[in-house]
């Protein structure tokens, strides 16, 4: 029936038993996942996981080493040009030419598609306006802030019209309300029909920009889902946090854990306690005796997935 064929999302990447390997080292591990027009898909995982040798691979900069990606419906490898020409990224790291203007960094790199001079000068226009920089396009790019860099970056890599667009860390070192920013600017882009890929070490910032995302590590795929799915199937409801004092501590964990919660976790400087009702286990705790020196119950976070199927442990 056409009509419900029609309601079936276009996949726009596909990959199965995606590989990649440097020697003997395996960055990514036989990974499979799709992703479908005009959502947000997130990467996490740690230092090492495999997030950047992906995102090189669906950037038709690195071709895999095994497995079978197809991006746009073409072969990364033998239609990589052409696919590239599709796309847009944004990298980790800001490579404006600090000796330009604003707006010449958007009329030089639109050059590079070919496109032509009134076609650039018309899209640069439009989009100074949407990353709110119409005011600095005469300014040099130097002394710009950090948030104006990296929306004169996504600017830039709008300039072809791209139909992915590819973002590694997209508000690292941003304060708080330059970060903001940006997330309205992508949320805007998501509206307009604009497919996002993006890796982030922000767990706020994936909650509220993916719609779903994968979780990775040692090169392969922990988890996958959409952020109230993986909360819902990897943590609790709520998350009751307690500190004691250090001498206390130990104490304190083996009294709460003769509690029996749902799980528990000890930290160098505080105990969590995951459970349906965080409230209602706390009143658990002070009759047993227990007197915390701080107590905060709130609800399970996308950082408690990422924790628990990651690690606490920091890898360089």
Request: proline letters at 5%; a negative charge.
């Amino acid at each position: 029936m056409p009509g419900i064929l029609a309601l079936v999302p276009e996949v726009l990447v596909r990959a199965q038993g995606l590989t990649k390997r440097f020697g003997s080292f395996t960055a990514v591990d036989g990974i499979d996942f799709e992703l479908q027009a005009g959502e947000a898909f997130g990467f996490l995982g740690p230092n090492g996981a495999g997030k950047s040798s992906t995102m090189r691979m669906l950037g038709c900069v690195s071709p895999p080493t095994a497995g079978n990606l197809t991006i746009l419906g073409g072969d990364p490898v033998r239609d990589g040009a052409a696919i590239r020409a599709r796309l847009g990224v944004v990298p980790q790291e800001d490579t404006l030419d600090n000796e330009l203007t604003v707006r010449e960094n958007l009329l030089v790199y639109g050059r590079y598609f070919g496109l032509g001079r009134k076609l650039i000068a018309e899209r640069t226009d439009q989009l100074l306006d949407f990353v709110q920089l119409t005011e600095r396009a005469d300014d040099m790019v130097d002394p710009l802030s950090g948030g104006m860099k990296r929306r004169l970056t996504i600017a830039r890599s709008l300039i072809n019209d791209p139909e992915i667009l590819i973002l590694d860390e997209p508000t690292t070192g941003l304060d708080p309300q330059a970060r903001h920013v940006v997330w309205d600017r992508l949320f805007r882009l998501k509206q307009r029909g604009v497919t996002l890929i993006l890796t982030t070490h922000y767990m706020d910032e994936a909650e509220q920009l993916c719609d779903r995302l994968v979780v990775m590590d040692h090169g392969k795929i922990a988890a996958e889902g959409t952020p109230r799915e993986l909360i819902a199937r990897y943590s609790t409801p709520e998350v009751l946090e307690l500190r004691f004092a250090p001498d206390e501590q130990d104490a304190a964990a083996e009294k709460i854990n003769d509690l029996s919660p749902e799980r528990a976790e000890v930290t160098a400087d505080r105990i969590l306690i995951y459970e349906a009702d965080g409230d209602k286990f706390l009143e658990r705790v002070r009759a047993a005796g227990l007197t915390p020196l701080t107590e905060l119950v709130r609800r399970s976070s996308l950082e408690d997935v990422f924790l628990r199927l990651t690690g606490r442990t920091l890898i360089d």
